[in-house]
Structure formats: structure tokens, C-alpha cells
């Protein structure tokens, strides 16, 4: 990396954090009006930012206080038993009650605090490497769009169920993305959210005649409808491409109590939230379903309330992502 490089990224990291001057402030802005690569630096950085955001501080338990006033009290009761026990055997305890009851107390509070808190940077430690797989799924996606006209990956021709019907099998949407492993465009290991119960943890060997990911275990991602004749780059910014797997179409069925929740989630992050990846190529960690052009549910057709595994966006700005893999669901007797 070079000095000027490396000053700029500086330069821009305390303006992105508004550490910079007024001046500065203003030069900054007028080169990155007038320096494309400074405004690329700019938008990477502010991507690395905002998955950084997900490390937020840690907040204890609203009955911490509660709870570590019952577990002295049980610590003392134990320690005194255990006391009574030693002096009447004739051993004399090397330290005192007071003492015993000060290391269980002090231990007692930093098993509560840091235990919540371990398990909370955990899980953002895991949004934060989802949303970098997102973000090269992205960076995927966008070099296949500008090789082919600004058209993504589609997974089959037209008039193709995506779920289990009378006598039918689906075609699985997951072979639009799978374009991008057999295109090199990105590796197989992406594909697998590190929050998902259900990912292999491992990769496949690709060859030349695969079309789809063998398994539903190596695809933790929900792409946009791509069963159809194109699919276009969407021209709106806050049209969801894909995101963690859709909660609607589970187990090769539509779930119909999501209709109503205010908050449906993926199930990859146990229904805390989702990375969503955008047509600019950032990902945002979104809480719920209605993250997309105008507030639309991101995950189902706009208008619909019933599903078959035939329905396909209502326009060119419906977000509609479909289930991750089908490729082994059954047909319904």
C-alpha cells in the first residue's frame, strides 16, 4: 500500500467518524467530488464501518442485580456448610469465611457479566462474518452483471414451481447462485452463513456437470426470483437481491403465522435479523421483513397471502426471495 494511500484512508476514517475540522471537513468533500478512487476508498471503508457497528457495547441483564444478590446468598449458606464440616473433623480452613465469601461473590458477578457478554459478541462476531460472505456474494454478483449485460445469474427458464406441488418436483432458485461458483466468481465456502445450524461447515468439490448445490447444508442464502426468461440489475437502490434464508418457505412449505409478525426473521440468526444485500453492493444487518423499495416485504410477493410455489414478483422493484435450496424437497401427495 502506498504512503498516499495509506494517509487517505487515515483522512477519510476521521472524516467518516466527524473527528476532521470544519476546513478539513470541506477539503475532503471537494476531492471526493473531484477523486473517483478517493469516493471507492470512501464507500469500502464506510462498508467496514458499519460491520463494525455490529460490535456494539454489551448491556446486562435487567435482573443482574437480583440474581447476584440470590447466588451470594446461596455461596454463604454453601461456605458455612462447608465450614461446619471442616472444624468439626478437626482441619482448620485455610481461609477465612469472609474471605471464601468474597472470592465466591467476586466470581459469581464476572460469571454474570461476562457470560452475556461473551455470547453477545459472539453472535455479532458471527453478523459480522455473514455479512462479509454477503458482501463477496456481492462483489460476485456484480462482476457477472458487467460480463453479461447487467444481468444476474438466472436458474432456469420460465413458468418453473419453486415449491412441492400435486405431482411435481420444484426447480431449486439456488442454481442462479450457483452460476457464480461454476463461473468463478465466487468461492463455495460464501455460501454458508456461520449462524446457520443447518451449514455443512465444509466445502464441495465442483466439476463441470453440476448445475445446483448437491445439498440444502451448503446454501445459507436467499436470492431474488431468478426463474424466469432475465433478470435484471434492479435499478432501485433499496431492492433487496439477497439476504440470510427466507422464514416464510420452510421445509418445502409456506409458513402463514409470518404473515402477520411485525418483525419475521431468518432463522439463521435465530430470528434476530438478517444480513440483506442491496443493488449498490452493501449490506445492511436488518430486524425484520419490510426492509425494501418503499417498505416492501422482502420475502413475499407484494399483495399475496397464499402461495402454491407458481407466483413470481408483482413488478420490477418487488423484492422476492425465494427459498435457499429445493433441490430435495418432496411432491405433495
Not at 409456506?254 to 444485500?277: C, D, K, W, Y
Request: with cysteine.
Amino acid at each position: 500500500m502506498s504512503e498516499q494511500r495509506k494517509k487517505d484512508e487515515m483522512l477519510l476514517i476521521d472524516y467518516l467518524l466527524g473527528r476532521c475540522d470544519e476546513a478539513t471537513g470541506r477539503h475532503v468533500e471537494l476531492r471526493l467530488e473531484k477523486e473517483p478512487e478517493l469516493g471507492a476508498l470512501r464507500k469500502n471503508l464506510t462498508n467496514a464501518l458499519d460491520a463494525l457497528k455490529l460490535l456494539g457495547a454489551p448491556q446486562a441483564p435487567e435482573d443482574l442485580a437480583d440474581r447476584t444478590l440470590a447466588r451470594i446468598a446461596s455461596a454463604r449458606q454453601s461456605t458455612a456448610a462447608t465450614a461446619r464440616r471442616e472444624f468439626a473433623g478437626g482441619t482448620r480452613p485455610t481461609f477465612s469465611l469472609r474471605e471464601l465469601g468474597t472470592v465466591a461473590v467476586a466470581a459469581i458477578i464476572m460469571a454474570l457479566l461476562f457470560v452475556p457478554w461473551a455470547r453477545q459478541a459472539r453472535n455479532r462476531t458471527l453478523q459480522g462474518k455473514c455479512a462479509a460472505n454477503v458482501g463477496q456474494i456481492g462483489t460476485g454478483m456484480k462482476n457477472y452483471a458487467l460480463a453479461n449485460r447487467d444481468s444476474l445469474p438466472l436458474a432456469c427458464g420460465s413458468n418453473a414451481a419453486w415449491l412441492p406441488g400435486y405431482g411435481r418436483k420444484p426447480v431449486s432458485n439456488s442454481a442462479g447462485l450457483f452460476h457464480l461458483v461454476a463461473g468463478h466468481y465466487a468461492p463455495v465456502g460464501v455460501f454458508q452463513c456461520p449462524s446457520d445450524g443447518d451449514a455443512a461447515g465444509e466445502i464441495f468439490a465442483v466439476n463441470s456437470e453440476m448445475t445446483d448445490f448437491p445439498e440444502g447444508k451448503y446454501i445459507s442464502y436467499s436470492y431474488q426470483h431468478a426463474l424466469g426468461s432475465s433478470i435484471r440489475l434492479p435499478a432501485a437502490g433499496e431492492m433487496a437481491v439477497l439476504s440470510d434464508k427466507t422464514p416464510v418457505f420452510e421445509n418445502g412449505r409456506f409458513q402463514a403465522e409470518f404473515l402477520s409478525s411485525p418483525r419475521t426473521s431468518s432463522r439463521n440468526h435465530g430470528r434476530s435479523g438478517h444480513n440483506v444485500l442491496y443493488p449498490d453492493w452493501g449490506v445492511k444487518w436488518r430486524e425484520g421483513a419490510r426492509v425494501g423499495v418503499n417498505g416492501d416485504n422482502i420475502f413475499l410477493v407484494q399483495g399475496k397471502e397464499e402461495y402454491d410455489g407458481t407466483e413470481s414478483p408483482a413488478n420490477a422493484t418487488d423484492s422476492f426471495l425465494l427459498p435457499a435450496w429445493s433441490g430435495d424437497s418432496e411432491a405433495r401427495e
